[in-house]
């Protein structure tokens, strides 16, 4: 079990809307605009975060939201949005990737500020010269008396407590009746399918559910939540999985959205999620939401790829996850894990640090830090939860164990220390100190007659690692189907110190990506990674692959990998 959850220091709320001109050349567009103002404050600073909603008609061309700091406030920092300040005012003008601002639409701002004395609440507000005070204008009187307030899609500011420490702890988890029917079609199936697993909301039609598809079952959202209900289970596990531009590396997981599709990945996949997640009928139930898998981390290590940079030149991964964050963050039996890669992605130091910048970005641009519940590592992945027979400080006749190959000089050989290494790290950066993680444990089991049962006597760096290491794969950067793999540990609750619990967020038996290219209305690509006459890139050394042949589509069920994991599990089935 990790540390309780803190508190943000202080914080106050303004809500408002205002009624106006939005820009000199709309002057017949109906206005109105809502701020929601917090801060996180210390005895001579504060985090502020700052949630506008343009409740008018779209703005186009771009916007710009005013105030003024009340004392001496003074902005140092600021982020999703160009911060300038002259004496007590405050002009917030749009990026140039955000010039547009849909009805409806949210932009979460975000800054760093000293100050002396009191810290108070900025009276009001204005966006391009209408004073927000929370409805729409001449066209909208705003809320009646009878009016129920927000709706289930705009759940106003992010919670200030009454959620679990560990939403793993003490309750039974979700079974996907979907996933355990074909578990159970296996020989041998039965041993695993009472596992909890999670459900991957892998495109807009999934939120209602999907009949036919080759990748996704046809519960959609609402049944798995009646499901679990019927069940008795006590938590659930989406994975929200649609980012503009997906995956932008790896073309096996590219998705429906293009690179400009934020908009719709806002009010046609995160919105309607939050709106179901948020029935009062679905109260008793943690939802635990997985936050786009292997986003963040391409903008760090990924750029040399053109829709990478596009992505992080255009905000898309950074804005979407922010949204994401909000709307599913302010409901009160929700909880965010956002994606943290692998050690083997972002152990170096030249990526670690940066990588968590990004996320404290991104959670920044939610609104509040605290709408991040914890970080989960090594989803669809493989890499080994401890390497028992050597450590990151070994050596060999006096060579470092970071200097052999696979190793590759990175600062750790597990998934269990980087987890541990990488959630003190985030804490120190500005997270808050009671974030949890979680670790995929679905496939790095590493079992079976390949498994080494000691360090080995070799005498040379290489020899060495390579005779000690459990992950059998030819290379740390190889992640498609690997041949040899293995289930790992079960999922369990509060299993080490700072980590929530070992889960199964991948499926197992679930495809990682076509062995050759497949045709499909799913949006999804070939990636030579999957296959298995590939020799390889820069990003695995130009191995090969170690993919298994056959494979179908990501998502679709693969019987071959399911029956190889169950044969190689570590622990070993009974």
């Known amino acids: ?165 560990n939403p793993y702890s003490g309750v039974q988890g979700y079974r996907n009746p979907e996933w355990q029917a074909k578990a159970n079609a296996e020989p041998g199936g039965s041993r695993v399918s009472n596992n909890p697993t999670a459900v991957w909301l892998d495109r807009i039609a999934a939120i209602e559910g999907t009949d ?66 948020a029935d009062s009928k679905y109260a008793s139930l943690r939802i635990i939401n997985i936050i786009e898998i292997d986003s963040l981390p391409n903008l760090t290590t990924n750029t040399n790829v053109a829709t990478c940079a596009t992505m992080k030149a255009n905000g898309g991964y950074v804005q979407g996850v922010g949204y994401a964050l909000n709307k599913l963050g302010a409901l009160g039996n929700t909880y965010n894990y956002v994606d943290a890669a692998h050690h083997g992605w972002i152990g170096w130091d030249s990526n670690f640090n940066p990588t968590a910048q990004v996320m404290l970005e991104a959670a920044r641009a939610s609104g509040s830090v605290n709408n991040v519940h914890g970080f989960i590592t090594n989803t669809a992945n493989y890499s080994a939860l401890t390497e028992p027979y050597f450590t990151i400080s070994s050596s060999v006749n006096g060579t470092s164990v970071r200097q052999s190959k696979w190793v590759d000089w990175n600062q750790y050989v597990d998934e269990q220390s980087f987890a541990q290494a990488f959630r003190t790290h985030l804490v120190s950066i500005g997270f808050n100190s009671g974030i949890g993680m979680l670790i995929d444990t679905s496939r790095n089991g590493w079992g079976g007659s390949a498994r080494p049962t000691g360090p080995s006597t070799a005498t040379t760096v290489d020899a060495f690692v390579n005779g000690s290491r459990i992950d059998r794969r030819i290379h740390p950067g190889n992640w498609c189907n690997q041949s040899g793999a293995g289930l790992g540990e079960r999922p369990r609750s509060a299993p080490a110190s700072g980590i929530d619990a070992y889960v199964w967020v991948k499926p197992p038996g679930e495809s990682d990506g076509s062995s050759t290219l497949i045709p499909n209305d799913e949006g999804k690509g070939f990636d030579r990674m999957c296959d298995p006459t590939y020799t ?39």
């Not at 289930?152 to 200030?160: E, F, I, K, V, Y």
């Not at 042949?549 to 622990?571: C, D, K, T």
């Open 212 to 277: 036919g598809s080759s990748s996704n079952g046809s519960m959609g959202v609402r049944d798995h939540l009646d499901q679990a209900l019927a069940q008795g289970a006590g938590y659930i596990q989406f994975v929200i999985y649609n980012l503009p531009g997906r995956d932008c590396s790896a073309l096996a997981s590219n998705g429906e959205l293009g690179v400009n599709d934020l908009p719709r990945y806002k009010a046609e996949y995160i919105d309607p999620i939050a709106a179901i997640q």
């Open 1 to 165: 079990m990790h540390l309780p959850r803190v508190v943000a220091a202080a914080a106050t709320a303004v809500l408002a809307t205002g009624v106006g001109l939005v820009a000199a050349n709309e002057a017949s567009a109906a206005a109105g605009c809502r701020v929601v103002y917090t801060v996180n404050q210390w005895s001579t600073g504060f985090t502020g975060s700052v949630a506008l909603t343009n409740l008018g008609d779209p703005i186009t061309n771009g916007w710009r939201l005013e105030w003024n700091f009340a004392g001496n406030q003074r902005i140092t920092q600021g982020w999703s949005g160009t911060f300038a300040q002259s004496g007590q005012h405050v002009t917030v003008t749009n990026p140039s990737w955000g010039a547009s601002l849909p009805t409806n639409g949210s932009v979460n701002l975000g800054f760093n500020a000293d100050y002396s004395g009191t810290n108070a609440t900025p009276a009001s507000f204005t966006l391009n010269g209408t004073v927000c005070t929370g409805s729409a204008g001449p066209t909208d009187p705003g809320p009646s008396p009878s009016d129920p307030g927000p709706s289930p899609s705009d759940p106003g500011p992010p919670p200030t407590g009454n959620k679990v420490d």
């Open 536 to 574: 390889g890139n820069e990003r695995n050394g130009n191995n090969l692959t170690g993919a298994l042949s056959g494979a179908p589509i990501s998502g679709a069920w693969f019987s071959a990998q399911f029956r190889e994991l169950m044969a190689n599990a570590y622990p070993p089935l009974s």
